[in-house]
């Protein structure tokens, strides 16, 4: 028996490995187990098994299964291959960002010595001193203790000589919790026994009464399931010191049980009825239930606090009534934590939430509580999360809900896949046979136009809750309000008036500006030098919370330059500004309101986000200044003012989705005004009000903005009317770039009658020393994506098969 698996790394196909006689019949697909790479160990998942024999090379056998009961199932497998060929990664590169790392094997290579009988070097019995002391040691133990970093050539030729050996150690990162609870000793077996047990404590009060407080927790003794409770409890709750405890368990009274546990906090969360629907949303939800009759797929579009989310509680419920699970995936963490505490106020324990935040043991408990095994709780029925959460193990999912289905945090950007976790739902529920529901106020064009064509459902919802008024939207001229010298800082004169009214009517105010830190740059005044980061081709912004200069590509950060580098001079100008920036203004004009900041910075931990929308909630924060993380669904009663420090850089951006994505950005952050009774104000500060763009915000018409950028794309050959493939090469030599990044978009032209547009170095062509290149492929709908596909993966393999372009990095971004 043979058994192809799929390894955690970047392999163009699977690896094939023997199954051994012993496990034959326990090993199934989906499984994880343990086999060796080029001697060294790693965690694989079992992805077919068969009994021919394969093609003439040596077959290794599979060292041990890792679980009895397969890690994956067949529906994620089919998920992968689909990731893997339609983003074209590798299936190992989908693994990788599938499972959680506390699934993975982690494997230590460790050296120790064989008898020497041969000739040594000097150097050669240096090493073999500290591995003898050592008995067994790492490379990187070695390197540090012989001081030396250039040891590698030498261990090799030792291993030659067979005078040390490598051992491979190997284990799960995953480490369960357990926790010590208190129970009846087995010794104790009826009402005789427990007597003659109180009759030896008549001296040792103490005893005796921890004893009681213990059986005051039955209604009626079970000595065979004796009552079990945690042992900090039992001493917090009974007001017991430890000695007095451990007294009764040398005395055979008590005993103590180690119990696996949980490590994601639960409480007995009692459940709620749904709000009832108001028309409007009774109205949405049953035209909703209508079109999944015909479609797999419906857009929500609804305006900001229209109650959308009511209409999601009110689908959750019909789908757990009819035994199904249910994924509602969010675009941020912090919008994740808000809407947990709603969800199981109706659903209690059943929900659960999956996200990066959550520390490696974490999700490797909610992983196997979906999964059904190791399962401490309730099993989880609906799962909240971001875009990692469609990885989970889902046995009999019926509906996704991707809820602000527009926002760009569903593209993973940064390693492979690079995939969209909006498409790759729909793909997700397919395989499910399920639903998907997306739902925004603000639509992508794409989902808007597949909408219009019939291609999904399409159901409005055009009221806010309670018949609340939309915010009343208007914008400040910033050239005139600096010709009429009314600017204090980066504020017009009527935002801070709206800001004074707001906060004497003891209400609370939300600024947006979408650059963190306190200013993006430096400049010498002298020379008009700007510090650059070391390693990337971008300038260092600084952060007035650290004092220190910092990259936001590579996170190299240096403590604030006193002179200028170039010439010495002593008068650096902050240029531009950021979160930081606007908090310290509103400190000196609002001197006596408390503030806060929600960025990437501030927000670092998962408790981060939590304390910081806690306090905004219960109205302990005034004022809070945000970059885009504020304006994706967050919920706030008692805002009534938005202000938007610099609407044009984000309609500046060289990015052929800008006034789309300025659009969303800017309806979303003024979303967040006025949810309640009053109405709310949002004042957006540009230097061009006549922007069609901000007159469409300022409207509240996001048709007007679709018409004109369908019209736009069309023209010139944008998605949805042309698929894009960006090809981004990575090089540490500009001149092997250069060349390899030609060589790619030269063989695209020949094979292939796409446009082909580039190469072209990026805004920000060098990140961690590496130069980086573009080349953008536009593709008709009437051509076959995959044959593009075919067509520039041999391109790649041409290319990487030269030697001078081994080292080169391609990555190949599908619908970017």
């Known amino acids: 028996m043979y058994a192809d698996v799929i390894l955690p790394l970047v392999l163009p196909e699977a690896f094939t490995y023997s199954i051994p006689d012993e496990l034959i019949e326990d090993i199934e697909i989906g499984c994880g187990v343990v086999v060796f790479v080029k001697n060294k160990m790693y965690s694989a998942i079992v992805q077919k098994i068969y009994e021919d024999t394969p093609k003439p090379f040596t077959v290794k056998p599979i060292i041990s299964l890792i679980d009895r009961k397969p890690a994956v199932n067949r529906q994620q497998l089919d998920l992968w291959n689909w990731i893997a060929g339609y983003y074209m990664c590798t299936v190992g590169e989908v693994m990788n960002a599938a499972l959680p790392g506390g699934l993975k094997l982690q494997s230590k290579t460790y050296f120790s010595v064989v008898d020497c009988n041969v000739d040594v070097t000097e150097h050669e019995a240096e090493l073999y001193s500290i591995i003898e002391q050592n008995k067994k040691i790492t490379l990187q133990q070695l390197i540090k203790k012989s001081g030396k970093k250039t040891i590698i050539p030498t261990l090799k030729t030792m291993l030659e000589k067979e005078i040390i050996c490598v051992d491979e150690n190997i284990k799960i990162k995953y480490k369960p919790q357990f926790k010590t609870f208190i129970k009846l000793s087995q010794t104790i077996k009826n009402e005789d026994d427990l007597n003659a047990k109180i009759n030896s404590l008549k001296r040792a009060k103490s005893q005796e009464k921890l004893l009681f407080y213990y059986l005051s927790l039955y209604e009626k003794i079970d000595f065979a399931n004796p009552v079990k409770i945690p042992k900090t409890s039992l001493l917090a709750e009974s007001k017991t010191s430890l000695p007095v405890l451990n007294a009764c368990i040398e005395k055979q009274i008590l005993e103590t049980e180690n119990v696996e546990t949980s490590r994601i906090e639960t409480e007995n969360a009692g459940t709620r009825d749904l709000h009832k629907l108001t028309v409007a949303q009774q109205n949405a939800f049953d035209e909703i239930n209508k079109n999944f009759e015909t479609k797999n797929t419906v857009l929500l579009y609804g305006v900001t606090s229209s109650g959308k989310t009511e209409i999601y509680f009110k689908l959750i419920e019909s789908q757990l009534q009819q035994g199904r699970q249910v994924l509602f995936m969010l675009p941020e963490i912090a919008l994740s934590q808000q809407l947990l505490v709603r969800l199981k106020k109706v659903f209690g324990n059943k929900v659960g939430i999956y996200h990066s935040k959550y520390g490696e043991n974490e999700r490797v408990e909610v992983y196997n509580n979906v999964l059904g095994i190791k399962t401490y709780q309730q099993q989880y029925s609906v799962i909240t999360g971001v875009r990692s959460s469609l990885f989970l193990p889902f046995s009999n999912l019926g509906l996704i809900i991707v ?118 740059y430096l400049q010498c005044e002298n020379c008009g030098e700007i510090p650059l980061c070391p390693a990337c081709n971008v300038s260092l912004a600084y952060h007035k919370n650290t004092n220190n200069l910092r990259c936001h590509y590579c996170g190299y950060s240096v403590s604030l330059y006193q002179k200028c580098k170039n010439c010495g001079n002593e008068k650096l100008n902050k240029k531009g500004f950021g979160t930081e920036k606007v908090e310290d203004e509103i400190k000196i004009i609002f001197p006596e309101s408390q503030t806060a900041i929600f960025d990437a910075d501030s927000m670092q931990t998962r408790n981060a ?74 004042i957006i500060q540009t230097y061009n009000p006549e922007n069609k763009t901000i007159r469409d915000v300022i409207d509240n018409n996001y048709e007007n903005l679709f018409a004109r950028q369908i019209a736009e794309r069309k023209n010139f050959c944008y998605p949805p009317f042309y698929r894009l493939i960006n090809i981004i090469v990575k090089h ?57 596909k075919k067509v520039l993966q041999q391109c790649i393999l041409h290319l990487q098969a030269e030697q001078k372009f081994k080292q080169i990095i391609i990555q190949t971004d599908v619908d970017p």
Do not use: W
Not at 751 to 769: C, M, Q, R
């Open 403 to 520: 809820d602000e289905e527009h926002d760009a945090s569903y593209k993973q950007r940064d390693t492979a896949p690079l995939y969209n976790a909006r498409d790759t739902a729909i793909i997700l529920a397919q395989i499910h046979g399920a639903k998907t529901l997306l739902g925004s106020a603000t639509p992508s064009i794409e989902s808007f136009y597949n909408a219009k064509c019939g291609k999904y459902g399409l159901v409005k919802l055009n009221e806010r809750f309670g018949k609340v008024q939309l915010p009343k939207a208007e914008t400040v001229n910033i050239l005139r309000s600096l010709a009429k010298k009314q600017m204090n800082g980066h504020f017009t004169k009527q935002l801070l008036d709206v800001m004074f009214a707001a906060l004497k009517n003891k209400e609370q105010i939300i600024l947006f500006q979408n650059r963190r830190g306190f200013a993006p």
């Open 609 to 682: 986000y939590i304390n910081t929308i806690t306090a905004f909630e219960n109205r302990e924060i005034d004022i809070l200044i945000g970059t885009q993380m504020i304006g994706k669904g967050l919920d706030f009663d008692n805002v009534s003012v938005v202000g938007i420090l610099n609407a044009d850089s984000m309609l500046n951006f060289p990015d052929f989705r800008a006034h789309e994505r300025a659009f969303q950005l800017m309806m979303q952050v003024g979303g967040r005004a006025g949810r309640r009774e009053k109405t709310g104000r949002v």
């Open 732 to 788: 540490k030599n500009i001149n092997i770039l250069n060349q390899s990044a030609h060589k790619i978009a030269d063989y695209m032209r020949t094979f292939s009658d796409e446009y082909v547009l580039g190469p072209e170095y990026p805004a920000v062509n060098k990140i961690k020393n590496e130069f980086i290149s573009a080349i953008l492929l536009k593709i008709k709908k009437t051509t076959s994506l995959m044959q593009t």
